[in-house]
């Protein structure tokens, strides 16, 4: 009984035609490209509209500083809001003793020359906290496709060493798998970025001077297997 179905090929290859399978990978350091603040504005009162009347003063003071900054500033979003009663006990009851109010903002920053300006500015305000910065690379960064790309140059390099060592060359390229892993790492990322915080009641006598901030490198990892035809090893 015949048939004209083709040949299993055995990912591993044949005497004839021989495989070798290898792991580029690639490890490189970057400048970051945009920093992230946050910045959480808060109001305290023994009336609901008191607090509520100065947590929007506030939180349009962070506003119109951060949109100051005109083109330096990418991105400003608003995030939770909350306004919350602090119950006390009186007698047998409980009754309202201050209502705490809070806005949270975040702005994304491309200009660091600005950046330890309006930070410091920031935490200078009234009742102001100032969270950051947090680092980063733009999502179409090239720095990924420069990972990527050298990942791919050391598999063919390890792949031709390999061939190279048993008196063979390359053929061709069989396979080329990515694993996901050119996503951004980002250094030290177990430790928290620290925090400003001001809490002043009263208008600073003079401004405060810019904090010197320096950039964090960026570490982005690419990581690919390749398998490789090539010709009968001389052994």
Do not use: C
Request: charge should be negative.
């Amino acid at each position: 009984m015949t048939s004209d179905a083709a040949p299993y090929a055995t990912p591993y290859g044949t005497p004839e035609t021989p495989r070798v399978a290898v792991r580029g990978e690639a490890l490189l350091e970057f400048d970051p490209e945009i920093a992230r603040i946050g910045v959480t504005v808060s109001a305290r009162g023994t009336d609901r509209r008191d607090a509520l009347e100065d947590l929007t003063r506030r939180n349009s003071e962070v506003l119109s500083l951060i949109k100051s900054y005109g083109e330096a500033v990418e991105k400003l979003e608003t995030g939770a809001f909350s306004i919350s009663p602090e119950l006390t006990r009186h007698g047998r009851g409980e009754r309202v003793r201050a209502y705490h109010g809070r806005v949270h903002v975040t702005a994304v920053l491309g200009d660091f020359t600005a950046l330890g300006e309006l930070t410091t500015r920031l935490a200078d305000l009234e009742l102001t906290r100032v969270d950051g910065p947090w680092w980063s690379l733009r999502p179409d960064s090239p720095a990924h496709g420069e990972a990527r790309r050298q990942a791919v140059r050391e598999a063919v390099q390890r792949a031709r060493e390999y061939a190279e060592a048993l008196g063979a060359r390359l053929a061709a390229l069989v396979e080329l798998a990515d694993l996901g892993a050119e996503a951004p790492v980002p250094y030290a990322a177990s430790q928290a970025p620290g925090g400003l915080r001001a809490v002043a009641f009263g208008a600073a006598a003079e401004a405060a001077p810019a904090l010197d901030l320096e950039p964090q490198r960026q570490t982005v990892y690419a990581q690919v297997n390749a398998r490789f035809t090539m010709t009968p090893p001389q052994l």
